[in-house]
């Protein structure tokens, strides 16, 4: 799954990516490490200091750091402003994704009316639908199904047993794990004379460019208009994407976080983990939301908003939180109690 | 993926669906649109007070609306006593689910003792074992994979990649959507002598008729007796049904909920997204429960059933949840002050 | 999907499990059930004082208990240790998994550096990748994708549409279900200059021998060193295990948990459904986790651990949730009533 690997000196790499290089300029890397796990050939990074010991025992043959800890080592290193961030351009560099290889597999049905780029990949077993279109350099996972009118742009890199549905519009440069859905129908029901009616889901799901969406995560169509997810979002597994919902660019999602239909989540967010944003309301940019935590209102500010139950051993937990069906009472009898010295004065008057 | 679209007058859905007509029953609709993103040609619905300024603004050619609502707009319009229901029919008509393209598609792979409806559509991929039987006019996408012995009633439509394990019996007019898994074994181990000793699971799951479930839900087969889904059952996506769960008719289920092995839920239940129910239990018909809801013991009585922690700015979540692990003492303390005026009072005399 | 049947005596059947029969040994039976749904022929089990009604009514062949229970039924029984895991293997004894069917199936798409077992079966429309190798007796389902340089364990079972993605691992009898996703990326993401970077991932997903993952559980590969799942680790549908997670023997997590990143859970752990263990933490050994709750440290010690909140009539829980935002005001003011009592007899004095 790696492409063409080679060794690579600091100096190569700082003028691809910038920096500065202290110690030896010709020190080859061929791989990315832990400043743990680290052997020779390796390069690792440091950006928190709690890792210092770690730092200190290292057997990698560079380390990436920020300016601060310039001096913490005597390692070849790089210098840099974000040392995670160079990092990941670093360990890509060094594990560069595969090209695609250009050619439909012998075992995939693409519809005659469908457009397919001749320097795309399209594995095993893959169907493609009547008129969709698969941008140049695309790598479409064996098992993947595009649904009628899908169009997929430049690059993208749809991860084995994924499907679209229909109509559904997916960016640039975008990645879609193993058992992704994009377009299944949102839930949309109307209750009448004691049976549910389907409402028709004909709304599509647009996705903007650079977006990765985790393994098995579901972004439900729109009801009437679109769901949409806008560029630079990226959302981690087992996320549950409402229909209608509008994800702002450069928002990140945590795994198996739930956001209810017609939700509009501002850019730059941060969501934790299985938490759940309801449904009809919107968040502002900048905002982080904590895991576990149930968000029932819009939130106009930005900042951190949390809402989970502290855990603690379970015997203690069984004292505290049958409290909970009595806090009402307990905070009338705290009123009762303060107002009860005021009124015993007035009567001692 | 839509089958033949045309125009249809308010005189020709009156008469397939009633209600009454107020202004030109000759307006000519061919699409469904929200009040706001309207425009020629299109129907809407009006159902909420709060989209009054959207119903006075929209440019749709006809509206949905109730009695209630008859003279909040001018504008070619029918009157029904239930607008949403009544737009989702119009919907339908106007946005027809493709009919099944009869066939097997030459890449699927059916056993030869399965049964196969002649005008059953089987897309590219699919997998059908021995034994199966697969109904008139279902669709069954591409990548299917249909184990050996599973009933699939007529009329019945699964979304590519949805998995149906052996055995399992699937109702008429059911819609399964991409991802789902019905039948994987149940989670049944018992622990001896150090060491996990799989239960073999060895029921089935049974969906009754005009059942849907969203994608990548899963419902897990009995560990003896069967699963049961019972008719009219609308779940949404990434939804685990435990083994030997019974789900009764019409009940609703949104996405991300877990439902414990054994657990009976009633008929017409509305449960929240992300709720979890508790193994071998009951809940009565006509219960509601709220989003992020645990269900610990049974619930007897109709009604609504709550309980998620409060969200507010980390800051203050912070101060005020670490008393949670105080609450017991807390309300000993206040029962204390309670005690004390007393004893002083007697202490006085 | 099972095997060849035949009826066991309990004679054949204590042979084989050890234990101890009481009555007619001669007795045979072909099917277990429950003791409520058990007709002539079948065994079932009794582990649990409250069903002692329905063993007293069952219509059971024969029933399978422990020694304290050994005269409560007159019917012929196998007394024993731990009578639900010898149901279990009795079970298993009755309901045989089919064996492999040996081959491949001329569907199926396999690369041809890969090692493919003469025993193995390999279903319809499957991918293996380039020197993936897969072991004695495996079954890989229809529709799974294995990727490049897999190695997969002998006697090992993948359910249809099962995806492992390139160069992870997995041990011999291991049991993946429908859906489950092996090796996706983790969420590695470092911010830049106003956009998100992605973090190659590049370490593995290994796999112990005897585990078991439910439908649509997704394991995520290492960042840099690897995700490790223990032997005979039992995992139920829609779990998320976040990258260089490491779970530790015979651990038991429930459906819907999630298992952020580098958090290690020690051995023969229980962890309950819809449960959360946040990012690098360390859980010891023998520690029970209850549904619904939110780990946020380590832990350090064995024992159960709660963090759920509890649910009620939603009326009630309106008024007392209200009070989890002032519940830090409230422990205040119990304070000063607490201290006014002394300066009130100060000022008495």
Redesign the interface.
Known sequence: ?HGERRSYSLREIKARFGGEIAGDPGVEVR????LE?ATAGAIAFFANERYLPQLEATRASAVILGAGARDATQLPRIVCA?P??Y???V??LL?P?PAARAGV?A?A?VDGSATVAPDAEI???V?IGREARIGAGCVI???C?I???VAIGAGSRL???V?V???CVIGERV?L???V?IG??G??????D???????Q?GRVVIGN?V?I???T?V?RGA??DTVIEE?V?L???I?V?HNVRIGA?T?I???A?I?GSARIGRYCRIG??S?I?GHLTIADNV?????????KSIREP????????????K?????????????E??D??RA??E??AK?RRRRR
Chains 1, 2, 3 share one sequence.
Not at 187 to 192: E, L, N, Q, T, Y
């Open positions: 799954m791989e990315v490490a832990t796990s974000n995670y961030a990092f990941a351009r360990s890509d594990n994704a597999h075992s049905v594995g095993p077993c169907a996972g064996a098992g199904v649904g009628a009118g991860y084995p047993n499907t549905y229909h109509g990645v794990h193993s058992g859905v299944a129908d839930f949309g029901i109307a209750m009448d004691g049976r549910w009616v389907k409402v028709p004909v650079d990765e985790g393994a098995n579901t439900d009437i208009d630079g990226k981690d597994n087992q549950q409402g450069h990140a945590a795994a198996c739930g209810a983990g299985a759940g309801a982080e939301i904590s895991t576990f935590t149930l968000v029932t900042g951190t908003y949390t809402g989970a139950y502290v855990f603690e051993p379970h203690d937990w069984r004292r505290n939180a049958v409290q909970l069906r009595h806090l009402a307990l905070a009898r705290v109690l303060e009860k010295p015993t």
